[in-house]
Protein backbone atom coordinates (compact mmCIF):
# COMPACT_ATOMS: atom_id res chain seq x y z
CA UNK A 1 0.00 0.00 0.00
CA UNK A 2 1.33 3.70 -0.92
CA UNK A 3 0.33 6.94 0.33
CA UNK A 4 -2.38 8.81 -1.82
CA UNK A 5 -0.54 10.37 -4.75
CA UNK A 6 -1.28 14.16 -4.24
CA UNK A 7 1.13 16.73 -5.42
CA UNK A 8 1.05 18.32 -1.69
CA UNK A 9 2.12 16.60 1.36
CA UNK A 10 -0.48 15.86 3.72
CA UNK A 11 -0.69 18.51 6.55
CA UNK A 12 -1.31 17.98 10.35
CA UNK A 13 -4.76 18.98 12.07
CA UNK A 14 -4.94 22.66 12.59
CA UNK A 15 -3.81 25.02 15.50
CA UNK A 16 -6.60 25.14 18.19
CA UNK A 17 -8.51 22.04 16.96
CA UNK A 18 -9.31 18.98 19.19
CA UNK A 19 -6.53 16.89 18.62
CA UNK A 20 -4.02 20.26 18.51
CA UNK A 21 -5.73 20.41 22.59
CA UNK A 22 -5.07 17.12 23.56
CA UNK A 23 -2.75 15.34 22.00
CA UNK A 24 0.38 17.67 23.73
CA UNK A 25 -1.80 17.63 27.27
CA UNK A 26 0.23 15.07 29.84
CA UNK A 27 -3.54 13.48 30.15
CA UNK A 28 -2.91 12.48 26.65
CA UNK A 29 0.36 10.13 28.79
CA UNK A 30 -2.41 7.97 30.73
CA UNK A 31 -3.86 7.25 27.55
CA UNK A 32 -1.38 5.92 25.30
CA UNK A 33 -1.00 2.44 27.05
CA UNK A 34 -4.79 1.82 26.39
CA UNK A 35 -4.63 1.98 22.73
CA UNK A 36 -1.44 0.28 22.33
CA UNK A 37 -2.94 -2.67 24.47
CA UNK A 38 -5.69 -2.21 21.60
CA UNK A 39 -3.36 -2.25 18.60
CA UNK A 40 -1.41 -5.36 19.81
CA UNK A 41 -4.51 -7.69 21.17
CA UNK A 42 -5.06 -7.66 17.25
CA UNK A 43 -2.87 -11.18 16.55
CA UNK A 44 -0.98 -9.98 13.08
CA UNK A 45 -0.07 -6.18 15.11
CA UNK A 46 1.12 -8.83 18.70
CA UNK A 47 3.03 -11.20 16.22
CA UNK A 48 5.05 -8.28 14.90
CA UNK A 49 5.67 -6.47 18.09
CA UNK A 50 6.40 -9.38 19.52
CA UNK A 51 9.29 -10.29 17.23
CA UNK A 52 10.57 -7.40 15.87
CA UNK A 53 9.86 -4.35 18.38
CA UNK A 54 12.45 -3.32 21.36
CA UNK A 55 10.04 -2.98 23.89
CA UNK A 56 11.17 -5.96 26.27
CA UNK A 57 14.95 -4.69 26.03
CA UNK A 58 14.80 -0.73 25.73
CA UNK A 59 11.14 -0.06 27.33
CA UNK A 60 12.17 3.38 28.09
CA UNK A 61 13.66 4.58 24.73
CA UNK A 62 10.80 2.55 22.71
CA UNK A 63 8.30 4.56 24.53
CA UNK A 64 10.37 7.46 24.25
CA UNK A 65 10.61 7.19 20.18
CA UNK A 66 6.92 6.51 20.19
CA UNK A 67 5.96 9.24 22.25
CA UNK A 68 8.41 11.95 19.88
CA UNK A 69 6.44 10.22 16.40
CA UNK A 70 3.26 10.83 17.96
CA UNK A 71 3.22 14.64 18.54
CA UNK A 72 5.39 15.04 15.10
CA UNK A 73 2.39 13.87 13.24
CA UNK A 74 0.15 16.70 14.87
CA UNK A 75 2.68 19.59 16.15
CA UNK A 76 5.55 18.87 13.64
CA UNK A 77 4.82 20.77 10.86
CA UNK A 78 6.19 20.03 7.74
CA UNK A 79 8.41 17.45 9.79
CA UNK A 80 5.01 15.39 10.39
CA UNK A 81 4.92 13.96 6.82
CA UNK A 82 8.57 12.88 6.58
CA UNK A 83 8.13 11.31 10.19
CA UNK A 84 4.73 9.33 8.54
CA UNK A 85 7.51 8.38 5.36
CA UNK A 86 9.90 6.87 8.07
CA UNK A 87 7.44 4.99 10.06
CA UNK A 88 6.28 3.72 6.49
CA UNK A 89 10.08 2.98 5.53
CA UNK A 90 10.84 1.46 8.99
CA UNK A 91 7.75 -1.48 8.86
CA UNK A 92 8.39 -2.24 5.08
CA UNK A 93 10.30 -5.18 7.04
CA UNK A 94 8.03 -6.47 9.37
CA UNK A 95 6.63 -9.55 8.69
CA UNK A 96 6.40 -13.66 10.00
CA UNK A 97 3.67 -15.50 11.00
CA UNK A 98 1.30 -15.21 13.91
CA UNK A 99 0.38 -17.71 16.61
CA UNK A 100 -2.30 -19.42 14.51
CA UNK A 101 0.63 -19.91 11.52
CA UNK A 102 -0.98 -17.43 9.45
CA UNK A 103 1.42 -14.78 7.42
CA UNK A 104 1.66 -11.07 8.24
CA UNK A 105 2.87 -7.89 6.92
CA UNK A 106 2.68 -4.78 8.72
CA UNK A 107 2.14 -2.81 5.99
CA UNK A 108 -1.32 -5.03 4.97
CA UNK A 109 -4.03 -1.90 4.72
CA UNK A 110 -6.28 -3.80 6.91
CA UNK A 111 -3.23 -4.11 9.85
CA UNK A 112 -1.54 -0.64 9.78
CA UNK A 113 -5.00 0.96 9.54
CA UNK A 114 -6.37 -1.35 12.65
CA UNK A 115 -3.05 0.13 14.84
CA UNK A 116 -4.34 4.27 13.73
CA UNK A 117 -7.67 3.95 14.13
CA UNK A 118 -7.20 2.57 17.61
CA UNK A 119 -6.48 5.92 18.99
CA UNK A 120 -9.93 7.49 18.09
CA UNK A 121 -12.13 5.15 20.68
CA UNK A 122 -9.32 5.38 23.13
CA UNK A 123 -9.48 9.49 22.89
CA UNK A 124 -13.06 9.50 22.98
CA UNK A 125 -13.43 7.21 25.87
CA UNK A 126 -10.54 8.58 28.01
CA UNK A 127 -11.56 12.09 27.30
CA UNK A 128 -15.38 11.34 28.64
CA UNK A 129 -13.06 10.20 31.80
CA UNK A 130 -10.33 12.78 32.37
CA UNK A 131 -11.25 16.07 30.72
CA UNK A 132 -14.63 15.68 30.06
CA UNK A 133 -17.01 14.28 27.56
CA UNK A 134 -16.98 15.52 23.94
CA UNK A 135 -19.89 17.64 22.17
CA UNK A 136 -20.98 15.47 19.16
CA UNK A 137 -19.64 18.76 16.96
CA UNK A 138 -16.02 18.04 18.76
CA UNK A 139 -16.04 14.04 18.10
CA UNK A 140 -16.58 14.77 14.67
CA UNK A 141 -14.43 16.99 13.95
CA UNK A 142 -11.81 15.11 16.47
CA UNK A 143 -12.84 11.51 13.87
CA UNK A 144 -11.86 13.82 10.92
CA UNK A 145 -8.67 15.22 12.85
CA UNK A 146 -7.82 11.79 13.31
CA UNK A 147 -8.55 10.79 9.56
CA UNK A 148 -5.51 13.16 8.22
CA UNK A 149 -3.18 12.22 10.63
CA UNK A 150 -4.01 8.81 9.01
CA UNK A 151 -3.29 10.59 5.59
CA UNK A 152 0.38 11.60 6.84
CA UNK A 153 0.78 7.79 7.82
CA UNK A 154 0.03 7.14 4.59
CA UNK A 155 -3.24 5.38 4.57
CA UNK A 156 -5.70 5.75 2.28
CA UNK A 157 -8.89 7.07 3.03
CA UNK A 158 -10.61 3.89 1.47
CA UNK A 159 -9.15 1.62 3.89
CA UNK A 160 -10.89 3.78 6.97
CA UNK A 161 -14.60 4.65 7.28
CA UNK A 162 -15.05 8.14 6.87
CA UNK A 163 -17.24 9.15 9.35
CA UNK A 164 -18.19 8.62 12.75
CA UNK A 165 -21.34 6.75 11.95
CA UNK A 166 -19.22 3.79 9.84
CA UNK A 167 -16.79 4.19 12.13
CA UNK A 168 -17.93 2.34 15.34
CA UNK A 169 -19.77 -0.50 13.01
CA UNK A 170 -15.79 -1.17 11.71
CA UNK A 171 -14.34 -0.91 15.05
CA UNK A 172 -17.43 -3.69 16.32
CA UNK A 173 -16.42 -5.96 13.41
CA UNK A 174 -12.74 -5.17 14.37
CA UNK A 175 -13.17 -6.54 17.71
CA UNK A 176 -14.35 -9.45 16.93
CA UNK A 177 -10.80 -10.57 15.59
CA UNK A 178 -8.78 -9.36 18.72
CA UNK A 179 -7.48 -11.63 21.51
CA UNK A 180 -5.43 -11.72 24.65
CA UNK A 181 -1.84 -11.85 22.47
CA UNK A 182 1.29 -12.75 24.39
CA UNK A 183 2.07 -9.02 23.99
CA UNK A 184 -0.91 -7.64 25.24
CA UNK A 185 -0.49 -10.15 28.84
CA UNK A 186 2.40 -8.50 29.35
CA UNK A 187 1.15 -4.83 28.76
CA UNK A 188 -1.27 -6.30 31.68
CA UNK A 189 0.65 -8.09 33.79
CA UNK A 190 2.00 -6.88 37.06
CA UNK A 191 4.93 -9.10 37.45
CA UNK A 192 6.89 -8.25 34.31
CA UNK A 193 10.97 -7.50 34.99
CA UNK A 194 11.02 -3.94 33.75
CA UNK A 195 14.88 -1.98 33.55
CA UNK A 196 15.04 1.07 35.40
CA UNK A 197 15.03 4.21 33.45
CA UNK A 198 18.85 4.84 31.44
CA UNK A 199 17.85 8.16 30.20
CA UNK A 200 18.25 11.70 32.25
CA UNK A 201 20.52 12.97 34.63
CA UNK A 202 23.11 10.58 36.48
CA UNK A 203 22.42 11.16 40.25
CA UNK A 204 18.11 10.30 39.01
CA UNK A 205 19.34 7.40 37.61
CA UNK A 206 21.08 6.57 40.41
CA UNK A 207 18.86 7.35 42.39
CA UNK A 208 15.83 5.21 40.49
CA UNK A 209 17.83 2.02 40.38
CA UNK A 210 18.48 2.41 44.04
CA UNK A 211 14.68 2.57 44.41
CA UNK A 212 13.72 0.20 41.55
CA UNK A 213 12.61 -2.78 43.25
CA UNK A 214 9.99 -0.93 45.88
CA UNK A 215 8.49 1.17 42.48
CA UNK A 216 8.54 -1.34 39.88
CA UNK A 217 5.75 -2.85 41.74
CA UNK A 218 3.82 -0.17 42.04
CA UNK A 219 4.22 0.96 38.94
CA UNK A 220 3.64 -2.14 37.02
CA UNK A 221 0.20 -2.22 38.78
CA UNK A 222 -0.59 1.64 38.03
CA UNK A 223 0.73 0.74 34.30
CA UNK A 224 -2.23 -1.93 34.27
CA UNK A 225 -4.69 -0.53 35.73
CA UNK A 226 -4.70 2.50 33.19
CA UNK A 227 -4.39 0.35 30.47
CA UNK A 228 -7.17 -1.83 31.19
CA UNK A 229 -9.43 1.02 32.78
CA UNK A 230 -8.73 3.85 29.97
CA UNK A 231 -9.75 1.23 26.98
CA UNK A 232 -12.91 1.49 25.57
CA UNK A 233 -15.57 -1.09 28.16
CA UNK A 234 -16.31 -2.96 24.85
CA UNK A 235 -13.17 -3.83 23.80
CA UNK A 236 -12.22 -4.56 27.21
CA UNK A 237 -15.14 -7.29 27.38
CA UNK A 238 -14.41 -8.49 23.64
CA UNK A 239 -10.61 -9.07 24.93
CA UNK A 240 -11.91 -10.78 28.04
CA UNK A 241 -9.68 -8.51 30.02
CA UNK A 242 -10.87 -8.44 33.50
CA UNK A 243 -12.52 -5.46 35.02
CA UNK A 244 -13.99 -5.05 38.37
CA UNK A 245 -16.96 -2.43 39.89
CA UNK A 246 -14.39 -1.27 42.98
CA UNK A 247 -11.29 -0.86 39.78
CA UNK A 248 -14.21 1.47 38.18
CA UNK A 249 -14.62 3.00 40.74
CA UNK A 250 -11.38 3.87 42.12
CA UNK A 251 -10.91 5.02 38.39
CA UNK A 252 -13.39 7.54 38.46
CA UNK A 253 -12.21 8.28 41.69
CA UNK A 254 -8.31 9.34 39.74
CA UNK A 255 -10.13 10.54 37.18
CA UNK A 256 -11.48 13.64 39.04
CA UNK A 257 -8.34 14.20 40.62
CA UNK A 258 -6.96 14.08 37.51
CA UNK A 259 -9.45 16.08 36.05
CA UNK A 260 -9.35 18.80 38.99
CA UNK A 261 -5.08 19.04 38.77
CA UNK A 262 -4.06 19.11 35.51
CA UNK A 263 -5.99 22.17 34.14
CA UNK A 264 -4.25 23.80 37.15
CA UNK A 265 -1.48 23.49 36.10
CA UNK A 266 1.69 26.24 34.42
CA UNK A 267 1.56 25.63 30.54
CA UNK A 268 5.35 24.12 31.08
CA UNK A 269 3.34 21.57 33.22
CA UNK A 270 0.64 20.95 31.36
CA UNK A 271 1.96 20.03 27.93
CA UNK A 272 4.44 17.96 26.70
CA UNK A 273 7.80 19.60 24.84
CA UNK A 274 6.99 19.55 21.43
CA UNK A 275 3.21 20.63 21.81
CA UNK A 276 3.91 23.72 24.29
CA UNK A 277 6.34 24.91 20.78
CA UNK A 278 3.83 24.50 18.75
CA UNK A 279 1.59 26.43 20.78
CA UNK A 280 3.80 29.32 21.07
CA UNK A 281 4.08 29.34 17.27
CA UNK A 282 0.43 29.30 17.09
CA UNK A 283 -0.03 32.14 18.94
CA UNK A 284 2.78 34.26 17.59
CA UNK A 285 0.90 33.54 14.07
CA UNK A 286 -2.53 35.16 15.95
CA UNK A 287 -4.16 31.39 16.31
CA UNK A 288 -6.18 30.70 19.07
CA UNK A 289 -4.63 27.51 20.89
CA UNK A 290 -5.37 28.70 24.37
CA UNK A 291 -7.94 26.89 25.26
CA UNK A 292 -8.41 23.04 25.50
CA UNK A 293 -11.36 21.95 23.51
CA UNK A 294 -12.42 19.51 25.43
CA UNK A 295 -12.62 21.82 28.94
CA UNK A 296 -15.29 23.78 27.27
CA UNK A 297 -18.49 23.00 25.25
CA UNK A 298 -18.82 23.36 21.62
Request: charged share 25%.
Amino acid sequence: MTAPHSAEPPQPPPAGGVLWSVAGDVRGLLMLPAALALQVAHPAVGAGVDEHSVFRTDPWGRGERSLRSVQLWVYGGEAAAEEGRRLRALHKTIQGTDAHGRRYHALTPSHYSWVHATGFPVYQHGLRLLHRPLTEAQERQLYAEWLQVGRILGIHDRDMPQTVEEFWPYFRKRLGELEATVVLRELTAVDQPVPPPDRGPLPLRLLLRLLWPVLLPRLARFRAFVTVGLMPPEARDAIGLEWTDEQERRLRRFARVVRAVVPALPERLRYLPLAREARRRARRAGHDAAVSAPDRRA
